[in-house]
């Protein structure tokens, strides 16, 4: 949590409380489809990660509150938080979005693994997506080949539309052994020298126990959402606002192809370009690619760089 002030914390823990008795004895259901007690005190520091303040989370926490039934699902509160979040703010709103945008870069996995080599590259990493690697007994195509120093790294990329399905285990053990292989062919490769220093396991969602038991036992790193408490996803995209263009309101499922058809993966591409360049290479019609670029400059405030 940031480092908030003396008041903030009253607000955050004092001012929900007019409606716990609201709150108390409702069950929800989670994406997965498993029942759990609706938590206010989540829903208002999720709020106020997104960069709401504590008064203004409170009181929307209070009012989705006053609004939510029983067996109501987390996805239907997730949408009543962000429509009101967005009267309060556009790019705070668009924040609230990033676990929705990121379920939404399908209905392959292949644009969340051209995703995932950005979000690499803006943390220094020299990457490759899609490179097809030999292992000791067969050939892997991996989804994102990351070098930093002299340390590489293989990244297997597992993407679910639908934001409730852990990666188990099984998952875990398939990537460690894909990492396996690779790292024997090359340490018995004739070019000696030649290695991969570790194996990651790269999702949108969540990881199981067991998944994540076993890859801290073998070393495998793990980046999924929330997980781990240094280096989660959403952390990792949070720190240098790699938001997916998939994260702007006018970002439709054409658009968002014609976008990434011609190299606009993130908000940030956007934001780093003049209107008039955005309107030229976006392949959108005017009024679409204008109301994108708006978007993109409120949640990526930026100095535009690429004019030509």
Same mark, same amino acid.
């Given at each position: 949590m940031k480092n908030y002030t003396i *008041?903030?914390?009253?607000?955050?823990?004092e001012f929900p409380k007019w409606c716990y008795s609201l709150t108390m004895a409702i069950t929800i259901l989670k994406?997965?489809?498993?029942?759990? %007690?609706?938590?206010?005190r989540k829903l208002t520091s999720s709020l106020m990660h997104s960069g709401a303040p504590a008064d203004i989370a409170a009181e929307i926490a209070g009012e989705v509150a006053r609004k939510i039934f029983p067996s109501a699902k987390t996805k239907d509160i997730y949408r009543m938080a962000k429509k009101l979040l967005k009267h309060y703010n556009l790019s705070a709103g668009m924040r609230y979005s990033l676990k929705k945008a990121l379920s939404s870069l399908g209905p392959s996995g292949f644009p969340f693994e051209k995703y995932i080599g950005r979000i690499m590259q803006g943390h220094g990493y020299v990457v490759e997506v899609g490179r097809i690697v030999d292992g000791y007994c067969?050939? /892997?195509?991996?989804?994102?080949l990351a070098k930093k120093g002299n340390e590489h790294f293989i990244m %297997?990329?597992?993407? /679910?539309? *639908?934001g409730g399905k852990p990666a188990d285990v099984k998952i875990a053990l398939y990537i460690h052994s894909r990492f396996n292989d690779i790292k024997k062919a090359l340490e018995l490769s004739p070019e000696r020298g030649q290695t991969v220093h570790?194996?990651?396991?790269?999702?949108?969602?969540?990881?199981?126990?067991?998944?994540i038991q076993y890859a801290e036992c073998v070393g495998l790193r793990i980046m999924s959402w929330r997980y781990p408490e240094t280096?989660?996803? %959403?952390?990792?995209?949070? %720190?240098?606002?790699?938001?997916?263009a998939t994260i702007l309101p006018s970002a439709r499922r054409q658009t968002l192809e014609a976008l990434f058809r011609n190299h606009f993966v993130l908000a940030q591409d956007i934001a780093d370009v003049d209107e008039e360049f955005f309107?030229?290479?976006?392949?959108?019609?005017?009024?679409?690619?204008?109301?994108?670029?708006?978007?993109?400059?409120?949640?990526?405030?930026?100095?535009?760089?690429?004019?030509g």
């Open positions: *008041e903030t914390y009253r607000l955050f823990y994406a997965s489809g498993q029942p759990e %007690e609706f938590d206010i067969v050939r /892997h195509e991996v989804d994102v %297997e990329c597992k993407y /679910h539309s *639908e570790q194996g990651w396991l790269v999702t949108n969602t969540r990881c199981t126990t067991d998944a280096g989660s996803l %959403e952390k990792m995209i949070e %720190e240098k606002r790699l938001y997916p309107l030229r290479k976006s392949g959108l019609d005017n009024r679409t690619a204008r109301a994108i670029k708006r978007e993109a400059d409120e949640i990526c405030p930026c100095i535009a760089k690429n004019s």
